[in-house]
């Protein structure tokens, strides 16, 4: 279901294209290219072109820092496979949302949030700080310079001293 945000995107390309250079860590790169990769299936048009031209564009500045072998590395398919249920069950949560949104224009009253939603909410926790983990482990093994850092109650990153 779509919202009346996204009904009305009208997508053009600038007169003039920028682009930002910034350093990030490997695992950033490779989570980036992974979303990227799920967008190229899940859209069309313009939109598609241009989450295209920016997965491509990251898979070359992993190639020219000499990462070659990242495709078939299991930390990447682990993190590649993480992001692919991640959209899915954010979509799930989206969608239980608009039930629930329809129910309170209804009834005036905002119901409780369903078991679901709370199961998939936690399932979208877990599946975060397993792709931080995953992220970490991809830095660890290609070296990276940046490291994935996340702390909140019940959980943080480990990151190795400097």
Not at 7 to 24: I, Y
Not at 83 to 92: A, F, H, Q, V
Not at 139 to 151: A, I, L, P
Request: hydrophobic content about 35%; aromatic content about 8%; overall charge negative.
């Amino acid at each position: 279901m779509q919202t009346k945000s996204q009904k009305n995107v009208d997508v053009q390309k600038p007169q003039q294209s920028t682009s930002v250079l910034v350093k990030q860590s490997v695992g950033e790169a490779f989570d980036k290219f992974t979303i990227l990769n799920i967008k190229t299936v899940k859209l069309t048009g313009i939109q598609h072109d241009y989450v295209t031209m920016e997965r491509d564009a990251i898979g070359k500045a992993l190639k020219e820092a000499g990462i070659s072998d990242w495709l078939s590395n299991t930390d990447y398919l682990e993190l590649s496979t993480i992001n692919s249920t991640l959209w899915d069950l954010e979509n799930r949560i989206r969608s239980i949302e608009a039930t629930l949104n329809e129910c309170e224009v209804k009834t005036n009253m905002f119901p409780m949030f369903t078991e679901e939603y709370v199961l998939v909410s936690r399932k979208i926790r877990e599946l975060n700080e397993t792709r931080a983990r995953c992220k970490n482990l991809l830095n660890k093994t290609y070296g990276s310079m940046f490291q994935e850092v996340k702390k909140y109650d019940g959980f943080e990153t480990e990151v190795a001293d400097g």
